[in-house]
């Protein structure tokens, strides 16, 4: 079974994303903050990391610098999910190279089309 990592602050955001995650029949880890979720990552290594960009503490942008930096987590797709939809948010979010984008409020069908996709196994 995957494993996901959501770091969302939002408490109905996150109760709406793991819901949906653990019916789907993923197990998820929950991290309110950059840093936990940056902590969490590198000790459990999830299958994916779902990052919010707006954060408490460090920014969405600055934990995916920190897990790209990392070997043991470099790896490991993030995808931003933001209310930050402007095309300008969306190009830094692209740039900053996380490996999808959902944005807020999820449309559930393309966010587990999201998911599915990042899960999927690499160059198939």
């Known amino acids: 079974m995957d494993t996901i990592l959501i770091v969302e602050d939002n408490e109905k955001n996150m109760k709406l994303v ?13 991290a309110v903050t950059g840093e936990d979720g940056v902590r969490l990552a590198k000790e459990r290594l999830p299958a994916l990391v779902l990052m919010d960009i707006q954060l408490p503490g460090i920014s969405g942008i600055e934990a995916l610098k920190q897990l790209r930096a990392d070997p043991a987590t470099a790896a490991i797709p993030v995808i931003a999910v933001t209310a930050s939809v402007m095309v300008s948010d969306r190009r830094n979010i692209t740039d900053a190279g996380f490996d999808g984008y959902v944005g807020k409020p999820l449309n559930l069908k393309e966010f587990l089309a999201a998911v599915a996709s990042a899960l999927a196994p690499r160059g198939s």
Not at 18 to 27: C, E, H, I, P, T
């Open 18 to 30: 793991r819901d949906v995650l653990q019916v789907k029949g993923y197990a998820t880890l929950e």
